[in-house]
């Protein structure tokens, strides 16, 4: 008979435990969550203070830094602390809320990903309905879809995962609750569920690719069929940011996910967990922002105190 205890803790074993990585790894994680935060923070601010900004774009631009936000700080503060403290432990309730709230993150931002190619599938193709078509109602209906869809997936999966029985072993080989590496070291006879779960999810993830290739495929034919340069590159330059984002969730999250999974992972596969979870909400600000002239002009207004003033 199998030996099945309740578990009350999971050890987190994703980096090593020599003097160098106890160093390295907590400046390295606090480097990119104060980049994290401060970028994501700073969309949020300027995205609700100037009006100019109260577009469609924006709102879902801003929708999206919540969720990266959500992502991020669900998984490094507690890996920093660990590291600090020199412990690996993580509470069984703490493993919860991490598989509860990085698949909702992810899938939600998916979700939000494929609304924002539409948005500019609308804004370039249908110009002169595109205020009828992105009206107010159906900005909040999307957005609220998205975080919604998410939540559900993410219910799905935490009560999959911990339907299963941990008897054997509650060591974790990754550097947060990740939920292949939790069905790894589970000894239950129904993980089929959660593998059946993982495979719907990967169903989704493909649809909304597909979607979001349609988008841009109308786009481009479009963009193609404009007569000036100048107007070539404005609609290029709206549509970059958006594809280089989805493009770097996509490919790092489809790498993670999509490998086998090994009961001890290597380097590389905890660097691509790393890449998946920390480099979009990273990046993702510094993406929309880069080129960016409005957000540009509203980062000088909020360095100004303009908007304090007004």
């Known amino acids: 008979m199998t030996n099945i205890t309740v578990l009350t803790e999971f050890i987190l074993m994703g980096f090593s435990t020599n003097q160098s990585t106890y160093i390295f790894h ?13 970028g994501n923070v700073f969309i949020i601010i300027i995205t609700t203070l100037d009006k100019y900004l109260h577009t469609p774009m924006y709102f879902f631009l801003k929708n999206l830094s919540f969720l990266d936000l959500c992502l991020i700080s669900s998984i490094i503060p507690k890996s920093i602390i660990n590291s600090l403290t020199h412990s690996n432990s993580i509470s069984f309730f703490g493993c919860v809320a991490q598989v509860l709230l990085v698949p909702f993150s992810t899938v939600a931002e998916l979700f939000l990903l494929t609304v924002m190619s539409f948005d500019r599938y609308a804004a370039i193709c249908h110009p002169l309905h595109y205020d009828v078509i992105m009206n107010r109602n159906i900005c909040l209906q999307m957005a609220t879809s998205s975080w919604v869809g998410g939540g559900i997936i993410a219910v799905m999966h935490t009560a999959g995962t911990f339907s299963l029985s941990y008897c054997n072993s509650n060591v974790v080989h990754q550097f947060f609750c990740d939920i292949p590496q939790l069905l790894a070291i589970s000894c239950s006879g129904n993980a089929l569920r959660e593998t059946v779960l993982i495979v719907i999810s990967v169903v989704i993830d ?3 690719l597909i979607l979001i290739v349609i988008s841009y495929v109308y ?11 100048e107007g070539q590159s404005k609609a290029f330059s709206t549509c970059l940011p958006h594809i280089t984002v989805v493009v770097l969730f996509l490919s790092t999250g489809f790498i993670a996910y999509l490998k086998p999974t090994s009961g001890s992972p290597s380097v590389f596969d905890i660097i691509i967990t790393v890449f998946y979870t920390c480099v979009p909400p990273t990046f993702n600000p510094l993406i929309y922002s880069l080129r960016n002239k409005a957000i540009k002009k509203a980062l000088v207004m909020l360095l100004e105190g303009r908007f304090i003033q007004k």
């Open 219 to 229: 786009i481009f034919s479009t963009v193609k069929k404009i007569s000036s340069t």
């Open 206 to 208: 493909a649809t909304c």
């Open 26 to 38: 907590p400046l390295l994680f606090s480097l990119i969550y104060l980049c994290a935060f401060m």
